[in-house]
Structures are given as C-alpha cells and as structure tokens.
C-alpha cells in the first residue's frame, strides 16, 4: 500500500510507462464501532485492458455487512453475490477513485473487521487477478470468548424393552457461529444408530460416534440422540460411558471431557384417574446386580378381592433395599411385581382408594418419588383404578 502522498507521483510514473499491475490505496473513518467511510483510489491495469472487476469481500467473522458505494467512473455493471460486493466495467481505467459507506450488524468475538479487496481483468485474451489487501474497518477489537461460561454436555441413557440403550445429549446454551465436535466413545462390540442429529453433520468409526456443528445457527441447546446396540450377554448398566466435546467460538476454543451418564427409568402405564405423572427416576449408573426381591405383599384383605397400592418406581433391573431408600427417601416396605419386563416397586396394600390416595400424598411430600400414584389389583392381577373402584363399589377422589 503507498502512502497518500505518493500515490499522484506513482499514477503518473504507472501511466507513462503503461505498468500492468494495479494499486490501491485507501483511507477509513470510523464512524461508531460498527459503521465507517472507507475512501479508496486505485490505480488500474492500463489502457489496454477490456475488461475490469474490482471485488470487496467481507470474511464470515463479520456478519450483517451493508455496502453503499459512490464510484468516480460509473460501472458497466454492480452486483452482490453472497459476501462479495462486484463493480465491473467494460473500459480501460487509468485511475478511479471509490467511497464506501459501511455497517455491520456485529463481528465475532476476538476477530477484527475488515473486507479484503481483489482486482480481475481481462487485457489481449489473458485473464489476470491479484489481491490489493486488506481494509481493517475498525480499531477496536472483539473481546476473546469468556471460556468459563462455556456449556458442559451431560449424558441421559434409557433402557428400552428390546435390550437397547437410547442415548440423549445435552449442552445448553452454544453460542450462535460455535463450532461444536461431541465425540461418543463407543464401547467395545457395540453399535450405534443416531436417532437424531439434531442439525449437525454426524459418522461413525469404529471407535467413535461423532456429530459435528460446523456453525451452530442461533443461540440454543444441543441435543442429539442415538441408540446403543449391545451384545444380547452385556449389561448396557454397567457399561463406561465417555466422550469427548469441543467447543471453538472466534479465535477460542475449548475441550471437554464428558463422562458417565444419568439413566432414566422410561414412563410406565398409569391407570389411576387423572393422575398424568410419569416415572422418570435415574438409578446409579453402574450400580451392581441386586438380589431377587421378594413378590410377596402384604395385602389388606377385602370381600372384593380389590387391592390398592402406590407404585413409587418401575425401571428393567432389581435394586437392592438400600439403594431404594438412597434414590427415593422411602424407608417402609416395597414389593416388586414384575411384568413385560418391568421391576415395578409398590407400597403395602390398602383397602379403599382413600387410604391408597392419603399414603401416595405422604409419599410426595416426604420423598423423592415425586411421580408416584395409585394403582390397582383383583387376585393379584393388575387392573384400572377405574375398574377398581367400580367393583369394590368405592369413589374416586380428585
């Protein structure tokens, strides 16, 4: 770039000897931190020359970007096409000179503004291009990423009836332009199906699931979603699940280690009237195998043979007593029934529905197991609350 008093001198020396080769020079004026003048004089390729093109090109660091133009030679033809702006003429330039007005919405964190300039033209055939730098619009600078508020992933897994495991990641709040990378580390033998990608581009390696956010759109949580495919002899509970998350945002990035997981007992049927809970408990996520529990119950006797209880859990797996008192708070009696593949933990039995309805309010006052509800046996066989209280002639209370 030369300095404005040189540029008359060079003109006149580029003129005389018919240089080929373009110059610019430019000056800029910031008017705030996101609008400025740029004033640009350029010497062009000489007389010869059939056909020119001068190119402002704006970086994807920059977003918004607005270009308003006063050019001293009217252009054949001015067009924009993505982030470059393009004047053309059909003539020889001997020299010109251009006034950009300019704004833009914002920039990335820890990049400057600026637009790069590039100069094309056309003389006896042969087509030549150079690059005549870069226009810094600004002096102030964006601030690096403040990495501390970055988002850390977490990890939920559910079992599902045909022995699979549905995985659901979670990082909340990426920031709009983020490039993300969330690495699943498969376990060995294991096989993946991405349920969904959530936006992001994803492939799987031997090793490893990989979905992959090359520019995260709007400000938002990420949450993809896959199914892990196991062996028929593995326990999916007590495998070790690990992976690996990046985070780059302008000129920052940073990496997480993100293992474990949070495992969810999927919702099981209700049958009590207007008592929308679902069950979604996590137990520990590689929590040993637990003895057989006992399916005697302690029943209250009826003519009927109708029998209510409150279900505080249901998950695909026995827990021992302790760590049912650890992750519900329940210290009295549970009883497991198992049905379809459900182990589902019941309270001791109740004669009316009254009795069964003040238990599972204590429940929910003085437990975790906050989904808990009332439920319903004839003989020993599940039935509807509904069903219940009509043949033990009993109402419902909401």
């Keep these: 770039m030369l300095a404005p008093v040189l540029l008359p001198l060079y003109i006149f020396v580029h003129a005389m000897f018919n240089a080929g080769n373009p ?15 740029v004033h640009l ?41 993505n982030n470059t702006w393009n004047w053309m003429w059909n003539d020889g330039l001997s020299s010109m000179s251009l006034d950009f007005e300019l704004s833009w919405e914002f920039c990335e964190d820890g990049a400057t503004p600026s637009v790069a300039l590039a100069w094309e033209q056309v003389a006896s055939t042969a087509r ?16 690096p990423p403040a990495f501390s508020t970055d988002p850390i992933g977490s990890r939920r897994a ?65 949450n993809p979603k896959y199914r892990l495919h196991c062996p028929d002899h593995v326990d999916n509970r007590s495998l070790t699940f690990d992976g690996m998350a990046e985070v780059a945002f302008g000129t920052g990035t940073n990496t997480y280690h993100i ?24 137990t520990p996520a590689a929590a040993p195998a637990a003895p057989e529990a006992s399916t005697a119950k302690a029943r209250a006797q009826t003519s009927t043979g109708v ?25 009295k009696p549970l009883h497991m029934e198992r ?29 975790k197991a906050q ?10 066989q599940r039935i509807t609350v509904q069903e219940a209280l009509l043949l033990s002639n009993q109402t419902w209370i909401p």
């Design 128 to 143: 030549m291009s150079w690059d005549l730098g870069t226009v810094v619009l600004s002096d102030l600078v964006s601030p």
């Design 41 to 81: 004089d350029l010497v062009g390729g000489g007389h010869d020359v059939d056909v020119a093109k001068l190119s402002l090109i704006a970086p994807s660091h920059l977003r918004g970007l607005s270009v308003s133009s006063q050019v001293s030679t009217t252009p054949s033809d001015q067009w924009k096409r």
């Design 158 to 222: 559910t079992s599902e009836e045909n022995g699979t495991t549905s995985l659901a990641l979670q990082m909340p709040q990426v920031k709009k332009g983020s490039f993300v990378k969330w690495s699943e580390y498969i376990p060995e033998g294991c096989t993946c199906t991405v349920l969904d990608s959530d936006g992001s581009s994803s492939r799987q390696t031997a090793t490893e699931l990989i979905f992959l956010w090359f520019e995260v759109q709007s400000s938002r949580e990420l």
């Design 307 to 331: 029998v209510y209880a409150v279900q505080l859990l249901a998950n695909h797996r026995d827990l021992r007593p302790e760590e049912l008192v650890e992750f519900l708070g329940y210290t």
């Design 23 to 37: 110059v610019a020079e430019w000056s800029v004026v910031h008017t705030s931190d996101r609008t400025c003048t």
């Design 259 to 282: 293992a474990g997981v949070e495992w969810m007992a999927p919702p099981t049927e209700h049958n009590e009237i207007m008592e929308p809970q679902q069950i979604t408990a996590t």
């Design 339 to 367: 049905l379809d593949g459900w182990h589902k933990y019941v309270s001791d039995g109740h004669e009316s529905y009254a009795q069964a309805r003040s238990s599972r309010n204590r429940i929910w006052a003085t437990t």
């Design 371 to 380: 989904d808990a509800f009332v439920t319903a046996q004839l003989e020993g």
